[in-house]
């Protein structure tokens, strides 16, 4: 078994294990099993592994694997793209940056959703928990990029885009 097989096979054991609702929470108890590894590593072995974050039925955000009843679920809606299913609530813009507040648990998928959607004003993005951070080119143009990010984020009342 390679170093990397081995390390996937443990942090999918800690996601059954355990509710672990942030990529810093499940880096701590990685590191406590003596794994030491980067937040990017960390970030693709996620996806890999098709890691998505759920609720559980305590209401709190977690890693859920393929394996999951919920799993289902909660990919269903991020298919369907909804806002209220994405968690999309505003964006608000400063200089090259763009600030996207969603719902508790839902920043981190919709962050993956548009750095998977390639658009030329997207450099990349950072996410928290309901905070997504968005670095924009320089001199972008804000009605093509909102125009874009509807294709995945439809507004809904109440939200401000």
Same mark, same amino acid.
């Given at each position: 078994m390679t170093a990397r097989q081995s390390r996937l096979d443990i942090i999918k054991a800690?996601?059954?294990?355990? !509710? %672990?609702?942030?990529? &810093? !929470?499940l880096l701590a108890v990685l590191a406590r099993r003596g794994?030491?590894?980067?937040? =990017?590593?960390?970030? *693709? &072995? @996620?996806k890999l592994l098709r890691v998505v974050k759920g609720n559980?039925?305590?209401?709190?955000?977690?890693?859920? @694997?393929? &394996?999951?009843?919920?799993?289902?679920r909660v990919r269903e809606h *991020? /298919?369907?793209?909804? =806002?209220?299913?994405n968690g999309f609530m505003r964006i608000r813009y400063t200089g090259n940056l763009a600030?996207?507040?969603t719902r508790p648990g839902y920043a981190s998928g919709l962050a993956s959703d548009i750095d998977n959607a390639n658009f030329e004003e997207v450099i990349g993005t950072?996410?928290? &928990?309901?905070?997504?951070m968005m670095a924009l080119e320089e001199g972008f143009n804000k !009605? %093509?990029? /909102? =125009?874009?990010?509807?294709?995945?984020i439809p507004v809904y009342p109440g939200s401000r885009m």
């Amino acid at each position: 078994m390679t170093a990397r097989q081995s390390r996937l096979d443990i942090i999918k054991a800690i996601i059954q294990e355990q !509710e %672990i609702g942030s990529q &810093d !929470e499940l880096l701590a108890v990685l590191a406590r099993r003596g794994l030491t590894l980067t937040q =990017a590593t960390l970030s *693709r &072995d @996620l996806k890999l592994l098709r890691v998505v974050k759920g609720n559980s039925l305590k209401g709190k955000p977690v890693y859920m @694997l393929p &394996d999951n009843p919920y799993y289902q679920r909660v990919r269903e809606h *991020r /298919e369907v793209g909804t =806002a209220v299913q994405n968690g999309f609530m505003r964006i608000r813009y400063t200089g090259n940056l763009a600030v996207i507040k969603t719902r508790p648990g839902y920043a981190s998928g919709l962050a993956s959703d548009i750095d998977n959607a390639n658009f030329e004003e997207v450099i990349g993005t950072i996410a928290g &928990d309901d905070t997504i951070m968005m670095a924009l080119e320089e001199g972008f143009n804000k !009605e %093509i990029l /909102e =125009a874009n990010l509807r294709t995945i984020i439809p507004v809904y009342p109440g939200s401000r885009m």
